[in-house]
């Protein structure tokens, strides 16, 4: 069964997932990024300039198979189309199609009112299904 975290109070859901997706390459992971498309085209702008000491290898999910097969974080907006992987991170407000082919799946979820209540909508939904969820409040 997929372990479900959230991540709650992340003041720049951005900057969090950067340094989030920073560790998860240092750990050799291999990490799926479902979100809306602005919200992705952000994301990869940003883990490009992010920090001038590091490089975080990733790619969009239209990328060749090739490189999304050589990349350990992959960018796409369907999670269903997105390769079955050991972590989903969602940056969406829904919940993620397919997000039971991960072992992992972190949900992060920023400070406004908004953000929030669709993550409480996520919740529920993966509480009624039985699924263990782990909390992390980063305030």
Not at 34 to 42: C, H, S, V
Not at 70 to 81: F, M
Not at 114 to 122: E, F, Q, Y
Request: charged share 25%.
């Amino acid at each position: 069964m997929t372990e479900i975290a959230f991540h709650f109070n992340a003041p720049d859901k951005l900057a969090y997932a950067c340094r989030l997706l920073r560790k998860a390459v240092g750990r050799d992971a291999k990490v799926m990024v479902t979100g809306d498309a602005e919200l992705l085209r952000a994301l990869d702008e940003m883990l490009w300039t992010f920090s001038p000491l590091d490089f975080v290898p990733h790619c969009r999910a239209s990328a060749e198979s090739a490189l999304r097969a050589a990349s350990p974080i992959v960018l796409g907006e369907d999670a269903a189309a997105l390769p079955g992987s050991e972590v989903l991170l969602n940056l969406g407000g829904e919940v993620p199609a397919g997000f039971e082919r991960f072992e992992r799946l972190i949900e992060l979820v920023g400070v406004d009112d908004a953000d929030r209540g669709l993550s409480r909508r996520r919740w529920q939904h993966y509480a009624a299904r039985g699924y263990a969820i782990i909390k992390h409040d980063l305030a």
